[in-house]
Each structure stands twice: as C-alpha cells, then as structure tokens.
C-alpha cells in the first residue's frame, strides 16, 4: 500500500481535482508519505484523506496540502518561507523540495521532535525549526517571501501580516470550530488584499506551547 502505483494514483485524483502544479506533483509523487504517520497507519498514507497524528492534531488531506502549496507559489518565486505548524512534517518536506528555505515553527515539542528525525532520516537540509509558539511567527528570520498556516486562527495574526515581504503571500484558514474557510493575503507595499477561496477544516491555531 505504499508502492508507486499507490502513490500514482493519489495523484492523479489530485490532478482530477483541479492541481497544475507540475513540479508540485512530481514532488508529492516521491515524498514517502508513510514515513510522516504512525506505522499503523501507514497503509493508508495515500489516501486522499487528514490521518490523525496524535496530541490532537493532523496530517493534512493531501489534496489541502497540494491546494495550499499551489496557491502559494502562484506568481512570483518563493525562497524563503515561513510554515506555522509543524506537525508530522509533511508539509514542510513538501516544501523544502520547491522553495530554497523553510522555517516551521511548532508549538508541541513531541512533533516537532519526530518531524526533524524524519527531515534528517530523508536529508531535507534546507528547513529550520523553532519550537515556540505559532502567534508569533518567526521575527529573527522575517520578512518571508510566503507564509503558510497549517492551522486556523479565529482572525489572522497580526505578527504574521507583519512578517510577511512586500510581494508575499499568506495562504492561511480562517475561523472558529462552526465554520472555517481558506484565505490569500497578498502584501503590496503596505496594503494587504485578501482574497477567501474554499471553505476548510482545520485543527485550531493555540497559543502557547506544550
């Protein structure tokens, strides 16, 4: 269940649902999904669906994680970019594999923990990881090119608009446990336009760390 064709045929639903990306594709076709879950679970890594991870939290539906990576590389080239919410990792090797750096900051030390094992075991040398708390951003390394949230604040983080390049882009879901939906921050000098694209479900973004 981890073969090439499993993986072949995961993409090509993505490609069903609407992703172009070619590189972002041939990227996701080879990245060893199965290593980001638990072993148990890891027959059913490339289904198109979230697999929980442990302490309340996901790995993200491959199709999200395709999307959002997508629209962020849309138009200009990303080389530094900033990820809130680590987690098992996965999104993060997604992309190292098309941007020149990532920075991920994860506020649960236990997944952060596992996730630079796995980067290291697959000698992904182009990410950087904080543990600290994702409200923050990452300011020592500001500004980004893109930033990606992997999970949802009830509104944006005023620190991560902050962080963000002139040119840049935020891709990040918005709202409470009701109802969530996938927004664009485009940052033009010093305005912001945002753009609300599907509506989404993702754990929520806390303060603090654990």
Same mark, same amino acid.
Not at 22 to 40: C, G, N, Q, T, Y
Not at 101 to 109: A, F, G
Not at 146 to 156: D, F, K, N, S
């Given at each position: 269940?981890?073969?090439?064709?499993?993986?072949?045929?995961?993409?090509?639903?993505?490609?069903?649902?609407?992703?172009?990306?070619?590189?972002?594709?041939?990227?996701?076709?080879?990245?060893?999904?199965?290593?980001?879950?638990?072993?148990?679970?890891?027959?059913?890594?490339?289904?198109?669906? &979230?697999?929980?991870?442990?302490?309340?939290?996901?790995?993200? !539906?491959?199709?999200?994680?395709?999307?959002?990576?997508?629209?962020? %590389?849309?138009?200009?080239?990303?080389?530094?970019? %900033?990820?809130?919410? @680590?987690?098992?990792?996965?999104?993060? &090797?997604?992309?190292?594999?098309?941007?020149?750096?990532?920075?991920?900051? +994860?506020?649960?030390?236990?997944?952060?923990?596992? &996730?630079?094992?796995?980067?290291?075991?697959?000698?992904?040398?182009?990410?950087?990881?904080?543990?600290?708390?994702?409200?923050?951003?990452? !300011?020592?390394? &500001?500004?980004?090119?893109?930033?990606?949230? @992997?999970?949802?604040?009830?509104?944006?983080?005023?620190?991560?608009?902050?962080? %963000?390049?002139?040119?840049?882009?935020?891709?990040?879901?918005?709202?409470?446990?009701?109802?969530?939906? %996938?927004?664009?921050?485009?940052?033009?000098? @010093?305005?912001?336009?945002?753009?609300?694209?599907?509506?989404?479900?993702?754990?929520?973004?806390?303060?603090?760390? +654990?």
């Amino acid at each position: 269940m981890t073969s090439q064709r499993t993986r072949d045929r995961l993409i090509r639903r993505l490609k069903e649902r609407g992703i172009r990306h070619v590189e972002l594709l041939k990227v996701m076709s080879e990245i060893p999904r199965h290593l980001f879950v638990d072993e148990a679970l890891a027959s059913r890594a490339y289904e198109d669906t &979230a697999l929980p991870i442990g302490h309340s939290q996901t790995i993200s !539906q491959p199709y999200i994680v395709a999307k959002m990576t997508e629209v962020l %590389l849309e138009g200009i080239h990303k080389k530094k970019v %900033l990820e809130i919410g @680590t987690g098992s990792g996965y999104q993060t &090797a997604v992309l190292s594999r098309l941007v020149e750096r990532v920075y991920s900051v +994860e506020r649960i030390e236990p997944l952060q923990n596992q &996730a630079r094992e796995r980067f290291y075991q697959l000698k992904y040398n182009n990410i950087r990881l904080k543990y600290s708390d994702g409200t923050w951003g990452w !300011q020592d390394n &500001a500004p980004y090119d893109g930033i990606i949230v @992997t999970c949802a604040p009830e509104q944006i983080p005023e620190s991560l608009l902050k962080q %963000l390049a002139p040119g840049g882009r935020l891709v990040i879901p918005v709202g409470g446990s009701q109802r969530q939906s %996938l927004r664009v921050i485009d940052r033009t000098g @010093t305005t912001f336009e945002e753009t609300v694209l599907d509506d989404v479900i993702f754990v929520p973004l806390l303060s603090g760390q +654990e």
